[in-house]
């Protein structure tokens, strides 16, 4: 099914009806939106019917796009293609620069799992030239590679209060060319091979916050945090490890030798304690004497030398005392409210209904006379709405 510019875009599953759509025809997508504005899909359940993609985007512009309460499943592929539940095909626009390809998107609320692929290369939404996007209160699950994936030029996103796990990587971050302005926060990832990775593509990275998620794994710092454009990473408040591996994988250089030998060393910023990455206020779950490393002759890092270089000087070393089935830090633990989630899950889709109006009364008026009233509603979600109106 393609949808184009000048199509209805706003699809909502009708309240209270259990709809599912399964994809259809011989193509790598089930349902291509072919750019426009102000589309809405909500509250569906989409069986991508093992396509390479569920929702194909691919428009000179495309803005303003809400999946919101949806569950999408079934994605399978056998290449390197990116297969996604959602994929924002690359056009080389750099939002970072000022153009605009995709815009205003939001994913909120839904929940993604059983991705196949041998490779691991899929994700339930991988993002070329994507900007001011919220990724926010979704669940990811069962997925052959990433729980999200910005890959290509992103700006101003924001991956918020998800919940990830049973993938090869929570959210990658993989500045091909650019990104910049990445909010990373309120987290819960667990089950993945890597929890978070900052950088992994040719290019920079920039401007990177990533605060308040507990991650019952690592954080990855690439080699790009070494590029000379790559500035600006904030990581603080965070749980971190697995109480038996490093907390830190650090990226490290190529340095040539002599002939066709060569070696690798630790990063620059790392060696030079260089203040474009400020890493503090973490909770490191991890053994004193493997806090941060990689491998190929690169010699591990213990909790007083990470400290000695400036990181997480005002942190903690130790056993959250995570619960064991909802990795929730105890309210009463002296690391609750400081480190880490506070809430330990992240909700399934609500059930689909409009919004319940507040009694509203008479509001009429005379004949001929102006009025004006305020109704007030509670949507699916729990948030409260208004509607305003007036006239003669």
């Keep these: 099914m393609s949808i184009n510019a000048t199509k209805c875009g706003r699809f909502l599953a009708w309240p209270g009806d259990d709809v599912t759509i399964v994809g259809a025809g011989s193509g790598s997508s089930s349902i291509s939106i072919n750019g426009g504005e102000r589309m809405i899909f909500q509250g569906f359940t989409f069986d991508a019917n093992d396509r390479r993609w569920l929702f194909s985007c691919d428009a000179g512009l ?10 999408m499943h079934n994605v399978y592929s056998n290449d390197w293609e990116n297969p996604a539940f959602v994929f924002f095909w690359d056009g080389s626009q750099k939002p970072i620069e000022g153009q605009v390809h995709y815009k205003n998107i939001v994913m909120q609320n839904n ?3 059983d991705l196949r692929n041998p490779n691991d290369h899929g994700a339930s939404t991988t993002l070329y030239d994507v900007q001011d996007l919220i990724y926010e209160d979704n669940i990811a699950y069962d997925i052959d590679g990433r729980g999200v994936s910005d890959k290509d030029d992103g700006f101003r996103n924001t991956f918020r209060n998800n919940l990830f796990y049973e993938c090869q990587t929570g959210v990658g971050l993989y500045n091909q060319y650019s990104q910049g ?4 926060s309120y987290n819960l990832i667990h089950g993945c091979g890597s929890g978070i990775v900052l950088g992994g593509q040719p290019g920079y990275l920039r401007d990177v916050f990533v605060y308040r998620n507990t991650i019952v794994g690592g954080i990855h710092y690439s080699h790009v945090l070494n590029a000379p454009e790559s500035t600006n990473f904030h990581v603080f408040g965070n749980i971190v490890g697995t109480g038996t591996t490093r907390a830190y994988s650090v990226g490290p250089i190529r340095v040539n030798d002599v002939g066709d030998a060569y070696h690798y060393e630790y990063p620059l910023w790392f060696q030079n304690s260089d203040p474009k990455v400020r890493i503090d206020r973490n909770l490191l779950w991890a053994n004193a004497a493997n806090v941060a490393g990689y491998d190929w002759g690169i010699p ?3 909790w007083s030398t990470w400290q000695s270089k400036g990181y997480d000087v005002n942190g903690v070393l130790g056993d959250p005392g995570l619960n064991a089935t ?9 690391y609750f409210g400081v480190f880490g989630r506070d809430n ?13 109006l507040a009694p509203i009364g008479d ?22 709405l208004q509607y305003s109106a007036t006239g003669h």
């Design 326 to 334: 909802t990795f929730q830090l105890a309210s009463t633990s002296p």
């Design 111 to 113: 929940v993604f799992h």
């Design 344 to 356: 330990p899950f992240v909700s399934l889709p609500g059930d689909n209904h409009s919004p319940v």
């Design 300 to 302: 591990t890092t213990n």
């Design 181 to 184: 302005s990445i909010d990373v």
């Design 62 to 71: 495309l803005q303003n796009l809400i999946w919101r309460n949806n569950t």
């Design 363 to 384: 509001k009429s008026t005379p004949a001929g006379q102006p009025f004006q009233f305020t109704v007030h509603a509670t949507d699916a979600d729990g948030d409260q």
